[in-house]
Every structure is written in C-alpha cells, then in structure tokens.
C-alpha cells in the first residue's frame, strides 16, 4: 500500500520506504498521507450534518482515531447489553475540510478507512459517495467525481451504531482505526494490488509478483512497471522490468524474481525485505507501491502438526479481541505493541484475530517481532447470533469483505491461516435462536446436539455450499495458504468438515474429543482454534483449590454475589476446561499443532459467567489493566527458556485460616515452602503431566517463601510477606521517555503499599492523578470485571492492592509529573519526558 512521511516517520519499519520511494515525488503525482488530525465530532441523531453549509463551530474538535462509547458511563439499560459492554451506541458523525489548488485533470483523490464501526457512510459536498456496513474491515471510496478541485470540500462521515446488540463483545464506536487520504494519478497500481506468492528452495527465494495496474484515463497507455526487492541494508536483491500496453480498464502483470541465499523470516529472527514497485511512463514514475516481504515455508502436517522453515514447532497461541481496555476500540501503536509483547514474554508465538479482521497495525507488529497469525473474517454468516449482527448485511457483502481481507492481508509474512468464520451456526442444519438473551448465546453454541442436526448422507446442503463458496473466495486471492475456520460442533457431520472445504480442522474447545480425530478426520491437519475459557479474577482465590467450579452451568441466570472468579486454575466455564487440563492434552499430542487459548487479555464485554454489573470478560491469562493473573506463570514456564519461580496467593489471611499455596517453577528439581523459616515440606512434579506443586498449610503472619533446588543446589528463591497497614503509593511507568506526537503512552502501574514496600493486597484505595506539561491522562482502570467506575477519568479505586493510570504524551516536548494521592496514604510523583 502507498506510503507517505505522514505514516512511514511514526514506524521505524517503513523508514526505508521514505529513502526508497518518496524522493522521486517531485511532482507529487503519488501520495497517501495520514489524514487523523482536527476532525469535528458530534452524536447526531438526524442526517443534517452531511449538508456542505451545516455549521459544525460548535463541535468538539478531536484526532482519530476516535472510540466515542469509551468515553461514557455504564448503565444497565445501554442496549449493548453487558455482552457488549454495557456502554452506549449511537449515530456519531464526523466533519473535515479538504482545501484543494489543482489544476492537474489526470489526478484522483480516496478517501481510506483502516475501520469504522459501523454502517459508515461518506459525504463530500453534501452528496453521498458510499456506504460499508461491515465495522472490522478497512475500505476505501473514491472522492474525484465529487470533489471541487479549485476550492474547498466538506467531507462528512456518518458513523451508525445506533441498531444493538449487534455483537456479542465490545466493539467501541466510531472511526477507530487511522484515516488516509490518497492521491494519483489516473494510472496506478490497484489498491492492495501486488500479491506476492514466495518459494524458498535449495536455498534460493523465488518471488512471482502479481500486479493489477488500473487505467481510469479511458486510453491506452505504454507503461513500464519496475519492481524491486530490498534487503535492511538498503541494498537490491532482486529486480525486474516489464514494458506493457495497458488497456482503458485493468491489466494484471507477472514478474519473477529470485533472491539469492534468502534470509528466512522465522520466530527468532523475522527478517524482512522491502519490495517497491513503480510504474513508469515515458521515464518518469507515476506511482509507488510498497510493502514489507517475508521469505519462509509453512507446513500443516497430519501427523506431527506444523513446521516453520521445516522446523516442528507447537503453535502457542492466544485469542485477542481488538479492545485496548480503557482505551477502547480506538488503535494505538504503544498500547498495541505493550500486549504482543507481553504475550511474548509469556512464550506465546502466536495471535488469532478473533473474530474478525485486525487493524493493520497488529499484523505489522507480528511480522516485524514473529508472531504467527490465524486471520479470521466473521463471527456470524446468514444466522445471526444477536438481533442485528453482521447477517443482516452478509449476503450482500460477504464476497467484497472476504476478498478485501485478503487483498489487504496476503503479503504478511506472519499469517499462516485463513479463518472462513467462528463457530457459526452453520455447522448445523438449522438454529432457532429467536428472543434469546444475549448472554445465553454462548449455551446455545455449546450445547450437545443429536444426528438430526448435523449432514445427513453424502449430498452437501446448503450450508456446506456455503462453506465451498466463502473457501473458494480466499483461495481465488491466495492460493497459498490453508484454510480453517473455529468450530464448536466437532462431529464429522458438522456442515463445515463435511463440506471437505477446510484444509485444518479447527476444533473450539472439546479437548476430550482430540484422541478421535485421526479416525474422524483421516488426512487432515488438526487445530485447536479456541481452548480453555478458564474464568479467573486476578488476586481473587477461591479455596479448597483442588476443586473444580465450573460456570455458570446450562441453567440462567448464574448468580454469585462476590462477582468473582478464582485465580487458582480451578474455575472455568461449563463448555471449557482449565489451563492446565488443555495444556496436558496439547503437549502430549503430536498431531495437534497447537491451541489459541481463550483469552490472552481480558477484553471488555462477555462477562462470563454473570451479567451486569459485570461488564468485562474474565478469560484473561492478563486482566483488562495489563497485570498477569497467576497462570500468567505455568504458561512462561512451559512455553519458554526463562527460569520460572511462582508463589501464589499474597500471605495476607485470617490467622489459623486454612490455606492452599501453589507454585509454578521450571529449570529445577524441587521446591521446599518455608512458613516463617519452617519446612512445610518439599515437592516435586512427580510427571510431565503436573504443572504445578501445592501445600495446604495453617496461616501465620510472616512470610511464606518458596526455595528451588537442582541437584541439591538453590537456583531461586521467592518470598510472599504479609503486609501491614496502606502507607503510600508506589508508581511504575512501563516506559519514561515518550514521543511528543500526541499519541504516545506510558502504562503506569499503581499499588498501594505498606512501609516496607509490600504489595497491600487487600487495598481499595481510590488513588487521585494529576499531571503538569503538556500530556493527559488516556484512560485509568485495575482489572475488576464489574467495576462501574469511568475508564476516562483522573481517579480510580485499586483492585486487590492495584489500579492503572495511562499517560499520553501531548504534540510539545515535555516535562511530565505524574502525581498520585489517596487519603491517608504518602503521595507519589514520577517524571516522564516527551521529545
């Protein structure tokens, strides 16, 4: 996709871009440039605002992009309903001018939207130029038939999401992904138009490049297309030239290239190339195209699961939904990149889009840190699963929303999988699932069903023609890749297994049933595309541990008081199982080339398993505030080369209370738990099966500290203290140094601490923040799934002794001071610099 100073300064990754393509601009033929800044907003409920005159003075002025339900209160009443969040819909519409001096008849103007949510609709100069119902995908419109290019134009956008429950999570509202505004000529390189199909053999990296060059100047013309390879040295690997009559409409040119001794982009080290393509007419280049380019090898295999660059790898995945916590739908880079890695650094090597296609962003990310990829494209196809749903629009829109994911997403190195759908209740024959309530929907999926819902015979109904058609769509613009799609009916029956259009079958939990599917499913590839659904509340336990509680069973409404969930692995929903119970079966499985487990962020929206107040998931390995719950842990310490020593819970208990104390650890032989300096016994993991090692012990106050051994040695030890009274706050910024471009964060992590410095934690201060210099405080939150207090705000309660406030940086450089204050408690301050 075309790149411009705009957006290639901001990302490190696309400054070879800027020296590559952007000094031939000389005559400015080609640009696309970041159009976010000084948009004004309003919720308006009428259509008067896509009138050029309509006096818009009055509205808020603010950047995009923009998630205008984040910014508002929860209520019970919010038609959303708790599944979505519990915050408000809406019909929000933005107006921007474009002053144009152009005298150039040859030029074209788009308008590109990476996301709106949703049924969004574009005017210029008081006249319709479009609409996409879609709210996931990135799409643009032409603007030059309605455009005044000797003076000004007034671009309104109406954003419409006012119609829910249309989803069954948080979507956020408004224009949440970035803006750009596009110019060229009438002769370009097709939007997305470059598809690279690679092979990488005998140490050679074959590259074909296919190329939709349009012309929309009604003649013929005699072009060149020039096409290179890069590497980060700035230095051409690859190259060809093609001379070409292209016809008054479109015209598809094929060049092969051929790197030599190719870098392979892998995990460890994902190496990329540039490839830039030009279009050249009488010597003179009239486009530029872009994008980044790995070289690797992907295998699904049916018996040992999956191979990158022919080494066996077990997919460690998770699940993420697109919300950032408080800061909502809206797409931020720092927030963005603080999740992948801290998924990283858990030993996750890969991210299924759930469920639906991600911000570009994401995918950048993970092609530049080597983070795999499951792209998937819709939630529901013609059966809906609320009342107004992305059904409603799919027969119209599903063939132009699946190509374009794939024009859009082909050439990321990272994705290794198309997904077609999630669990859609296609897979049976037919679903009455009219006047249900929404948080039964889930139970719906789940239940068990008999033979007379599934395929019958050998003739393919409807549905699993269905399933060939959206299948046949993604191999038409990538016949590269294999294609799944999450399923919760995992009988061979299922509409989409017997469809034989799935080329991995792709099971959503049922982790009993991955012992039958070599025999169910002879010569297919296997998948978990969705596990666990464990539900924990971070700091939360609920005792005995070694009792399972799952939640909130087939009968509704669930109710439990405490509004939590148990953050020893011992709670999970009816249909899933825990961590470790998945994990086990995963691990020992050959064929099974991984899991994405559900969830690796609490997400806002689907407070499984209660309703309001809760408001937001408790699926999380990490809490919507970004601090790890305990299985955080068992999961580094299986998934990666760190040493792991993990005690949990805190040591802050009634005294001669009963309690369970577990530990995770690796790199070690044993551990010994110390209460107050006594043995309260060693233990071992007596298998590859146990994940953990536990005491039930009398509390005391004190300490409680757990010593590691190998080969008799000690090579760690950790320690829990109990905690006196609440003294003061302790502030921690996970960076110091922020960009001054009004989007930069800093994630600051509050706890309310006694004398020594120990966690608190029991506290539930509400901790007040203020700031000096040019800065202002994004969003506050502490994990609580049921918290009603506002995400945009200058105070917030801790949560079991924690609580976040998140800094951005403003377009100055400057001096920041963060304070933080709560009664009876020292306050705290921290410097941040922008520059």
């Known amino acids: 996709m075309r790149k411009s100073t705009f957006s290639l300064v901001r990302r490190s990754s696309f400054v070879l871009l800027l020296l590559l393509c952007l000094y031939r601009l000389e005559g400015h033929a080609f640009e696309r440039n970041l159009w976010d800044d000084g948009w004004r907003f309003a919720i308006c409920q009428d259509d008067s605002p896509q009138q050029s005159v309509f006096d818009d003075s009055a509205w808020r002025l603010l950047d995009l992009p923009h998630d205008w339900a984040i910014e508002e209160d929860f209520h019970a009443l919010h038609p959303s309903g708790a599944n979505g ?30 996301g709106a949510y949703m049924n969004t609709s574009v005017y210029v100069n008081s006249q319709l130029v479009g609409t996409r119902p879609y709210g996931f995908i990135s799409f643009s419109f032409d603007l030059t038939p309605y455009l005044n290019k000797q003076g000004d134009n007034v671009i309104a956008v109406k954003v419409d999401n006012s119609h829910q429950p249309n989803s069954r999570w948080y979507t956020g509202c408004g224009i949440y992904r970035h803006v750009y505004l596009m110019k060229s000529t009438d002769v370009r390189v097709a939007q997305w138009g470059v598809q690279a199909i690679t092979e990488v053999k005998k140490g050679v990296g074959n590259v074909m490049l296919n190329t939709q060059i349009e012309n929309l100047s009604g003649r ?39 790197v030599q001794k190719p870098k392979l982009w892998s995990l460890s080290s994902p190496y990329l190339y540039t490839v830039t393509t030009e279009v050249l007419e009488n010597d003179r280049v009239i486009d530029c195209d872009t994008f980044k380019l790995g070289l690797r090898t992907v295998k699904f295999d049916v018996q040992k699961g999956f191979f990158l660059n022919g080494e066996n790898i077990k997919i460690n995945g998770v699940c993420l939904h697109g919300d950032l916590g408080c800061l909502g739908a809206a797409i931020n880079e720092d927030a963005l990149h603080r999740q992948v890695k801290m998924m990283m650094e858990m030993g996750v090597n890969a991210i299924r889009c759930s469920h639906n296609p991600p911000a570009p962003e994401l995918l950048n ?8 990829v499951v792209d998937e494209s819709f939630d529901s196809w013609l059966q809906g699963k609320t009342p107004y749903d992305y059904s409603l629009y799919f027969k119209s829109w599903f063939e132009r929303d699946l190509r374009d994911m794939v024009l859009r997403d082909r050439n990321h190195p990272s994705i290794i999988l198309w997904s077609i759908g999630n669990e859609v209740l296609e897979q049976w024959n037919k679903v009455n699932n009219s006047g249900m309530a929404l948080e039964d ?98 700091g939360y336990y609920k005792m005995p541990s070694d009792s399972l509680f799952r939640m909130p069973g087939k009968k509704r409404p669930f109710t439990d008081p405490t509004f939590l969930c148990s953050s020893y692995d011992n709670s999970c929903a009816y249909w899933g199982s825990t961590h470790e119970q998945t994990w086990d079966v995963v691990k020992h499985t050959p064929y099974c080339a991984g899991q994405f487990i559900w969830t690796g962020f609490d997400y806002i929206g689907e407070p499984t398993p209660f309703n309001f107040p809760a408001r937001s998931s408790y699926f999380g390995i990490i809490d919507l505030a970004g601090f790890p719950k305990d299985c955080y842990y068992m999961y580094q310490s299986e998934w990666t080369d760190k040493p792991v020593l993990h005690l949990f819970p805190h040591w802050n208990w009634i005294e001669g209370q009963t309690i369970d104390l577990w530990c995770y650890y690796n790199q070690a032989d044993e551990v010994e738990l110390f209460i107050n300096g006594k043995s309260q016994g060693v233990r071992q993991k007596r298998n590859d099966h146990e994940y953990h090692v536990a005491w039930r012990v009398t509390f005391e106050p004190g300490e409680a500290c757990v010593v590691a051994r190998k080969n008799g040695k000690v090579v760690g030890e950790q320690a829990r203290k109990t905690a006196g009274t609440p003294h003061h706050i302790r502030l921690t910024p996970n960076r110091q140094v922020l960009k001054a471009n009004g989007r930069s964060l800093s994630f600051v ?31 506050v939150d502490n994990g609580s799934p049921f918290s009603l207090e506002r995400f945009q705000a200058n105070e917030r309660c801790a949560f079991f002794g924690k609580c976040l406030v998140v800094v951005q940086a403003g377009k100055k450089p400057s001096n920041i001071q963060l304070t933080a204050k709560g009664v009876d408690l020292a306050p705290q301050t921290i410097n941040i610099k922008s520059e």
Not at 234 to 251: C, D, G
Not at 366 to 371: H, K
Not at 499 to 519: C, M, R, T
Not at 758 to 768: F, G, K, R, V, Y
Request: net charge positive; aromatic share 6%; hydrophobic share 40%.
């Open 85 to 114: 969040g519990a915050l408000p819909g809406g019909k929000g519409w933005y107006r921007k001018h474009l002053v144009l001096q152009d005298k150039d008849a040859s030029s074209r103007y788009a308008l590109h939207f990476d």
């Open 220 to 258: 013929n013309r005699r072009l060149i297309v020039r096409q290179k390879v890069w590497n980060k040295n700035h230095e051409v690997v690859a190259q060809s030239s093609k001379a070409l009559n292209v016809v008054a409409s479109a015209t598809m040119v094929s060049q092969q290239m051929r």
């Open 365 to 372: 990310l993970c092609d530049s840190l080597g983070v795999l």
């Open 441 to 538: 929907v889930n139970i719906l999926l789940n239940n068990t069903r008999d033979k007379s819902a599934l395929s019958q015979g050998d003739t393919l109904n409807l549905n699993s023609k269905l399933t060939q058609a959206l299948a046949a769509i993604v191999r038409r613009y990538d016949p590269t890749r294999m294609i799944t799609a999450g399923c919760n009916e995992v009988s061979p029956n299922n509409n989409l297994f017997k469809s034989g259009a799935l080329d991995v079958i792709g099971f959503n939990y049922h982790q009993k049933k991955v012992k039958d599917v070599p025999q169910n499913f002879p010569g297919k590839p296997f998948l978990m595309t969705e596990t666990v659904s464990a539900l924990q509340t971070r």
């Open 749 to 779: 992590s509050v706890e309310v601490v006694d004398k020594d410095g120990n966690l608190c934690p029991w506290a539930e201060n509400n901790i007040h923040f203020s700031l000096s210099g040019d800065a202002k405080i994004a969003g």
